[in-house]
């Protein structure tokens, strides 16, 4: 389990009608009574509970994590039941499209998709971009690294397949995406979501090496042993941060 903060830059304009606590039990609820949260549930959630029961995954009570590859334009959704030890992958959904180049957000305003480890922390059902999930960038590696006064803020997982900085979805996939979140989220399940610039293969290590400033290769180091402990075991390791702002990690 990790216990560490995430985000993405969208430029959007957050109403007070829907910063709701989500950790309440009503939270599902409330959500509903948004038509287009409503309209999510009415076209998705039946497939998304057989697709579930076939995969022996309890829609009732599971957790969820999402892992985004930036060079790959990939988002994989892995799911697990309360008791399992493993996660399991459910689905991959297209990202639209990426701004910026591989490597971590450092500023404000530097249209960069963040990479590190991070958690949902707000569900906006009345997005600009249809439906949005924030990122809860920056994490406290983000405010120790950060190369200006501000990091930014405002990533999200959302729909309408247009962004500056975070990861569109198609309004079809980001209605899945949602559904599953709020379903985790009712139950007071954190969302974890770690994006990462690609798979860190020995292949993709390699060009990465041969591409990047030293720097980059330095920063992707850090987060390469979540991916590896998370490819061998699928299950997440405990994020820790130090002083210098340094990604290390225990069982």
Known sequence: MKNVLHICLLITIFSASFIAQP??????????????????????????????????????EFDIYMRAFKQDAILEVWLKNKGDAKYQLFKKYDICASSGSLGPKRREGD????????????FNPKSDYHLSLRVNY??????ILKEALNAGGAIMVHGNCVTIGCLPMTDNYIKEIYVLCVEA???SNPIYIDIFPTKFTEENMKMLEETYPKSKVMFWNTLKPAYDYFEEHRFLPKVNIDKKGKYFFSE
């Open 138 to 143: 920056p994490n406290a590696s983000d405010v």
């Open 185 to 187: 989220r009712n139950r």
């Open 23 to 60: 950790r309440t039990s009503g939270f599902k609820a409330g959500q509903l009574k948004n038509a287009r949260v409503k309209n999510a549930y009415d076209t998705k959630w039946p497939t998304l509970m057989a697709e579930m029961k076939a995969k022996k995954i309890n829609p009732y």
């Open 111 to 122: 249209g960069q998709v963040p990479e590190g480890f991070y958690n949902i922390d707000l």
